[in-house]
């Protein structure tokens, strides 16, 4: 709970993903190079679609922590730049399907 700030002055498309986010319940309101949280929302299970490496472990640690099923489409993104994430996870009580 409680509200968040954070500020993006690098990538300008590092927020491509919050629309992923807000489809499964996440209060997010972008302004400009700030992403304006409120926490506390629960969030649901969606299909959602990767746009990079860290909007694609952001989606999966949402779908994780979701309820109902979350199905991860571009899936290349985090094969290059996390080694074996799912087993990971799957090791640390997560329920993954490859």
Known sequence: SGK????????????????ELIRMGAKIKIDGSQALIDGGASLSGADV?????????????????????????????????????AGKLISLGAKIVE
Do not use: W
């Open 49 to 85: 679609k990767i746009t990079d490496l860290r909007a694609g472990a952001a989606l999966v640690l949402a779908g994780l922590v979701a309820s109902g099923y979350t199905t991860v489409y571009g899936l290349k993104h985090l094969k290059r730049g996390y080694d074996n994430l």
């Open 4 to 19: 968040s700030i954070v500020k993006e002055d690098i990538f300008e498309n590092r927020f491509m993903h919050v629309g």
